[in-house]
């Protein structure tokens, strides 16, 4: 993609894995689903569980407002130095996908700012079934969807269910109250996604973001392998 | 020159972060001086003459091969709004590393290393066009359209504006864009203390204004 062009101006293109002074840049891992489904509490239990290990800033993409980013600062899971929010003019699946441009601007000067970084999360503005993260933004990305949405929608697949590298259906405790059958969700998600992961969660308690953040050690012990 | 280079350019799609922004329309539609396509028109034929013109020469100068430097600080003494400065130069860091990727040259990696920060916009795109063997008329003509095409864009997804309308607004400028674009290209040939430094007062006020706003869904 570099068109055998050496880069040796400030800022790599989009994914290299240096950055331009030759260290290792943050592992990059991208949160998306639809609205209410829970990324923004995910992002944030992730935080309080893997932060006192490693060194992690978020990027927020909210549609029109700062709320995401004001969520994590209220609810202080990191230093405000450490979140970026991305303005994404109405359209959030563009800014993480088709020009991935201000994620990147956010990404490098995270790293600048208060790097080194082992994690970037970034999450996206909720959005629709079809909406994925660039491999030029993100390494990996984790689709959250939730119980109350529907219990279809593993069913009705799509490009974030079928092809995130981690589904994660959220809000199971929800399940008894809105009819929604875990067995039936789960069944559908494996024959969507085959091998491919999946994380059950509920985040009224503290531990229960465990299975994803066992996943989230597992791709920065990958990636720094 | 390559005709079709242009238009990987001039592509609304290019990634180069112009989507999330709307040239001053969020602004004028909040405050309903852009309410239908007749409006929509008026707005963006102002901007086309007066910013629009300016950063369409300041784009002609860099294809030119004028000093990218010194047209960045041309910029500046024409940008009075601090916030569309730091617009500009946001859109220009993003065009820049587009640019890298699709038409790497020494040329922009020298003004990236000179500008980690960003150059202004059209300063950016006009080296860009030249790396990519584009002339003056060229990046000109880009950002010209650029500068009229980003409100019309915005303006649908904040009026719900019918597409075809906002479409047909831009035909309909096409003569206009042309002349402009010839206009930006004869004074960056003249060298940088003949660019133009037309400007849209109301523009300028509008996006300090924006700027400060705390739900807002285009980022300028």
Known sequence: ?225 | MSRAALLVLADGRFPAGGHAHSGGAEPAVAEGRIRDADSLASFCRGRLHTAGLTAAALAAAAAHGVDPLALDEAADARTPSPALRATARKLGRQMMRAARATWPSPDLDALASARPRGAHQPVVLGLTARSAGLGPEDAAHCVAYETVSGPATAVVRLLSLDPFHATAVLARLAPELDRVAEQAAEAARRGIDALPAASAPLLDITAEAHAAWPVRLFAS
Not at chain 1, 59 to 67: A, S
Not at chain 1, 169 to 189: C, F, Q
Not at chain 1, 207 to 213: K, L, N, R, S
């Open chain 1, 1 to 225: 993609m570099h068109l055998g062009h050496t880069h040796d101006g400030p800022a790599a293109v989009s994914a290299d894995a240096t950055r331009p002074d030759g260290t290792r840049r943050a592992l990059r891992i991208g949160l998306g689903g639809p609205v209410g489904s829970g990324k923004t509490a995910t992002v944030a239990a992730l935080c309080r569980e893997l932060r006192d290990r490693l060194s992690i800033a978020v990027v927020t993409n909210d549609i029109y407002t700062r709320e995401d980013a004001d969520f994590l600062l209220d609810n202080a899971v990191l230093p405000p130095e450490r979140i970026q929010a991305v303005e994404t003019g109405a359209c959030p699946h563009t800014a993480i996908r088709d020009d991935i441009s201000a994620n990147l601007e956010a990404v490098e000067d995270l790293e600048d700012a208060v790097g080194p970084l082992d994690l970037i999360l970034v999450e996206s503005g909720g959005d629709n079934l079809t909406a994925t993260f660039s491999k030029g933004l993100v390494d990996a990305q984790i689709f959250v969807i939730d119980v109350a949405g529907g219990d279809d929608i593993p069913r009705k697949g799509g490009p974030g269910v079928t092809t995130a590298d981690l589904l994660v259906i959220n809000k199971t405790d929800l399940a008894p109250y809105v009819g929604s059958d875990l067995e039936r969700m789960a069944l559908d998600a494996e024959k969507q996604r085959g091998e491919l992961p999946v994380a059950f969660t509920s985040l009224t308690s503290a531990e229960g973001v465990g299975p994803v953040a066992d996943w989230v050690r597992a791709q920065l012990a990958a990636w720094t392998a």
